[in-house]
């Protein structure tokens, strides 16, 4: 993931407080595997936090 995709899911997720990979997937305009691939990056890298609800991998700043 380069660093302006990186911005853009952060600054994404600083205005919608919790999102989902679709969410994502459907905002970059990439597939949701890609999606869910960049989010575990961020989550790895401390950025962001994974909350699994009802089967559903949310996501948020952490």
């Known amino acids: 993931m380069n660093s302006q995709t990186r911005s853009k899911i952060l600054k994404f997720l600083e205005e919608k407080k919790v999102i989902t990979s679709s969410e994502i997937a459907k905002f970059l305009g990439i597939s949701w595997n890609t999606a869910q691939s960049y989010l575990m990056e ?20 952490g």
């Open 42 to 61: 961020l989550a790895l890298d401390g950025d962001i936090l994974r909350v699994k609800k009802e089967g559903v991998n949310l996501w948020m700043k």
